[in-house]
């Protein structure tokens, strides 16, 4: 269920905190500050609330009953030997009125010994998407055609399964869409929270990029089954890792979770990051992979102020370059992370796409064809269409589309779906895809080419039209 109503943006900020281990309150409902009494008899009663009136604590995890984040997490251990279990009951959302100073409340909360960390969760920050200057329409979408413009979706709609007419549900994540544009099908859930006017055309757009259906312009799969939930929550309240959460609760092994945001690192940062910086963010994003879930991350679309791509292996988190895959200090979320290339030839890295080591995907971030009116805004037209799309937003959504082509066709034909370590691999695989101009040394991975994937993984020589006979 959408729900059109109230958005609490009175709030400047949010913190998100991780109580330390043997901490928890002792009311999990926790609106009331008289019940902020902690499991462990020692702990003093916590004076944060006092210090800064105003302030709402609430649970960071609140969509799904805890019950089903035990089953979730006890699944996922069950499943993945390598899963490491954090307690996701012990983060806390404080909700921040604007008299309150956000570096005062983080000096605060790291001088007391019940809080692991606490990190400023922005409200919110713009998607992923930047408006291309160019006004350039093509007779077709480029990434529908053979590579190296595009990952091939042609091909892929020869099979069953290549157009997303298969079981695998697809959920994208984000702020607001048109719900009842005319050329994409979507659908809602109880979860889904409120639908941000001032978002519709950004989340149309991404749909559009992998759902829409119309005579002279089609999505990747148009034929997918297509879910929204937002960032907002039912609540009121903008809260992204309890958005992932609620999309674990609703899809199951091989299907399709698209993260289509970006976060700065702090408040008075202009540089633009993955949002699985975030420390709640990232252990829900882990909990999905584990549990099978396949995620598409979008990697950032760089700084602000200079609009170049941030080196994600240089990003320091408390010191630590958790996005270097050469560094001790290095974590996978095991999330396919998108970066965005130029419109042409040779396909490069635009000037504002993050890229590092941990990328693993680029796609067109230029220039891309979908549906609603991005970046000006629909109104109550519902018939919209833009060829001004851009960003590591459409990137994302384009290997998303991708994905779930490989994930459908696999099941629709052999019965199995891909694990995320397998699309991970067969995604990035410079064996199987398109690779940049200058091959590893720009650091944004390789772009997806359904006709390579398919051959090499699925068919074998001899294959009919609309018939797999092998899957490797």
């Not at 048109?178 to 979860?191: A, D, F, Q």
């Not at 958790?322 to 001790?328: C, E, G």
């Not at 941990?358 to 220039?367: I, K, P, Q, S, Y």
Request: aromatic share 10%; net charge negative.
């Amino acid at each position: 269920m959408i729900n059109n109503g109230y958005m609490n943006q009175d709030l400047s900020f949010q913190v998100v905190i991780k109580l330390a281990e043997g901490f928890r309150f002792e009311d999990q409902e926790v609106d009331d500050k008289q019940n902020c009494i902690f499991r462990d008899p020692s702990a003093v009663p916590w004076q944060v609330l006092e210090l800064f009136p105003g302030i709402q604590l609430k649970k960071l995890f609140h969509s799904v009953a805890s019950q089903e984040i035990k089953n979730l997490t006890a699944l996922a251990t069950k499943q993945d030997p390598a899963y490491y279990q954090p307690d996701f009951f012990s983060f806390y959302s404080l909700n921040c009125p604007v008299s309150i100073d956000p570096y005062q409340l983080l000096e605060a909360l790291g001088a007391e010994k019940i809080i692991q960390y606490a990190y400023i969760e922005n409200v919110p920050v713009r998607p992923p998407a930047l408006k291309d200057e160019k006004d350039i329409r093509h007779p077709l979408q480029n990434y529908l055609l053979p590579a190296p413009f595009g990952v091939n979706a042609l091909y892929a709609w020869n099979f069953n399964g290549g157009n997303g007419d298969a079981k695998i549900k697809f959920v994208d994540i984000e702020q607001g869409w048109v719900l009842n544009h005319e050329n994409v099908c979507i659908k809602t859930l109880s979860c889904t929270g409120i639908n941000h006017y001032d978002f519709r055309d950004h989340g149309i757009g991404v749909l559009g990029i992998i759902m829409m259906q119309h005579d002279d312009v089609r999505g990747i799969t148009p034929n997918a089954n297509g879910f929204v939930i937002s960032q907002w929550r039912p609540d009121g309240f903008f809260n992204t890792a309890d958005a992932i959460m609620a999309a674990i609760n609703e899809l199951n092994y091989g299907d399709i979770l698209l993260l289509e945001m970006q976060c700065f690192e702090s408040p008075s940062s202009c540089k633009l990051w993955p949002i699985e910086i975030q420390e709640a963010v990232f252990h829900a994003i882990r909990l999905a992979t584990a549990l099978g879930i396949i995620v598409i991350e979008t990697a950032g679309n760089g700084d602000l102020q200079s609009m170049t791509g941030n080196d994600l292996d240089t990003l320091a988190i408390n010191g630590k370059n958790i996005l270097n895959r050469d560094s001790a200090d290095f974590r996978d979320s095991r999330a396919i992370l998108v970066t965005a290339c130029s419109n042409g030839l040779p396909r490069e890295r635009t000037r504002f796409a993050n890229y590092g080591s941990r990328v693993d995907c680029f796609a067109c971030g230029e220039n891309v064809q979908t549906t609603g009116n991005f970046p000006r805004s629909s109104g109550m037209a519902v018939n919209t269409f833009t060829n001004q799309f851009g960003g590591t937003s459409a990137a994302a959504a384009i290997v998303a589309g991708a994905t779930i082509a490989i994930q459908s066709i696999s099941e629709r034909n052999k019965d199995v779906r891909l694990s995320p370590e397998q699309m991970r691999f067969v995604v990035s695989s410079e064996l199987y895809n398109t690779v940049s101009a200058n091959g590893k040394k720009d650091k944004i991975g390789a772009m997806p080419d359904l006709k390579k994937i398919i051959d090499n993984h699925f068919v074998t020589k001899n294959t009919n039209k609309n018939q797999i006979q092998h899957i490797d």
